[in-house]
């Protein structure tokens, strides 16, 4: 089967979907894989390295030719879905939540999409799970560039000069992202706070030598492992327990969400006015609209003295390793939709039916 590695069009976005180092896993199995020039240059993966891995990289508009599956970071956009012929697998973050639009247009032009969002998070798909690779890969930025950010130090130091006291970090919510912000932020040697409404984190978060924050407000888990929403009356109890402590913190990372619904508000502005100027907030929420009340996605802006930073893509800083790891999730799916490298697909297989998102009638499929 052929599988096509588009060049991502989307503004900001320097990931790409199958690295060298995939490409040699999958053509020894049966795969033949063409991919565009340049596709990994932003990500640091040079043509050459792709076509001494085993891949094509076609001439001009013939990439799509003969394409059994396109294999992509962020959703096509209307000129590439056209370009796909009725019948090719297309596998993607999809936004099937949030892109009603998108994924009609996926329908209409008779694909079958997966969408890596909707891969089921259970044992079996755990190396499929590109939400959990990607959200890794954010936390750790995200604590990055808030280090950056910060006129101080991370770490405790005694030096001959004095004492430097550590930062000390809020993260607000503790799924995948959270985890791995409090991590890199305990590696860097700040004193690390944390919340999350499912208290079932509570014991991670101090695994992590990290404080976990009892705010008082304990939401509900659906059977995925999700947060449910909150109810009003328990969002305004969060939000006054939280402008109370928020001013304490250097550094406040967010990461709170909730699928398919706008960003829970966590941080009024009143509280960022509190905050000590030099202070910094990365808000991981901003793509769906932010934890923070003065976050503008995709900006950094400065706010009273605060520095507020809602990038909406923060994996694609770290192209390289996002795209690593993106690719072994893809690599897996393919593995899974493919076996032996000819497209099997079984829609009574709970993998292959969760995340696939449009799918042609059957007759046309057959
Ligand atoms: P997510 O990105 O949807 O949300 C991030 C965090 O925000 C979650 O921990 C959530 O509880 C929290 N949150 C939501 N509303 C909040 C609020 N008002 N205040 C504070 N925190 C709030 O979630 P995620 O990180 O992708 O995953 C969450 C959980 O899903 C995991 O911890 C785990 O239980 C489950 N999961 C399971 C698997 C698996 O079994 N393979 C893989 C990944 C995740």
């Known amino acids: 089967m052929r599988i096509v590695v588009p060049r991502e069009g989307a503004p900001g976005e320097s990931r790409v979907a199958l690295v060298p180092d995939s490409i ?3 053509a020894p199995a049966g795969f033949e894989i063409a991919v ?8 640091g993966f040079a043509d050459d390295e792709y076509a001494a891995a085993g891949a094509v990289l076609p001439d001009g508009g013939s990439l799509y030719d003969g394409a059994d599956a396109v294999v992509r970071v962020a959703r096509p956009s209307p000129d590439e879905v056209a370009k796909m012929a009725p019948g090719t697998v297309v596998i993607g973050f999809l936004a099937p939540l949030t ?3 998108g994924i009609e247009r996926l329908r209409a032009r008779g694909v079958v999409a997966f969408a890596m969002e909707s891969v089921p998070r259970i044992t079996r798909a755990q190396s499929m799970d590109a939400l959990s690779s990607q959200a890794t890969v954010a936390g750790y930025k995200a604590v990055i560039i808030a280090a950056d950010r910060v006129p101080k130090m991370f770490p405790l130091l005694m030096t001959a000069a004095g004492t430097v006291t ?9 799924g995948v992202a959270g985890l791995q912000a409090i991590a890199t932020a305990r590696r860097l040697g700040a004193v690390v706070s944390a919340f999350d409404v499912r208290p079932a984190v509570k014991e991670q978060v101090e695994s992590l030598g990290a404080t976990f924050l009892d705010l008082g407000v304990r939401g509900e888990e659906t059977e995925g492992g999700y947060a449910k929403e909150l109810t009003s009356e328990q969002q305004a109890a969060q939000q006054a327990a939280l402008e109370e402590r928020v001013p304490e913190f250097d550094v406040v990372i967010t990461t709170a969400l909730v699928p398919g619904r706008p960003a829970p508000r966590l941080i009024p502005a009143s509280a960022v006015a509190e905050m000590r100027s030099g202070s910094c907030i ?14 503008h996605p995709g ?6 003295g605060v520095t507020i930073v809602g990038f909406t893509n923060v994996p694609s800083l770290m ?3 996002a795209s690593r790891l993106y690719a072994r999730n893809v690599t897996a799916l393919l593995q899974h939709l493919a076996p032996g490298g000819e497209l099997d697909l079984d ?4 993998i292959t039916a969760g995340a696939c998102v449009a799918r042609p009638p059957a007759e046309v499929t057959s």
């Open 36 to 43: 565009e020039r340049g596709a990994g240059a932003a990500a």
């Open 282 to 295: 990365v808000d991981l929420a901003a793509e769906a609209g932010g934890n923070c009340e003065l976050t």
């Open 347 to 350: 829609f009574d297989d709970e």
């Open 299 to 304: 900006e950094e802006i400065v706010r009273d």
């Open 166 to 174: 550590p930062a000390k970090v809020l993260v607000m919510g503790a």
């Open 319 to 321: 192209a390289s390793d």
């Open 24 to 26: 040699g896993r999958l």
């Open 99 to 101: 892109d009603a639009e």
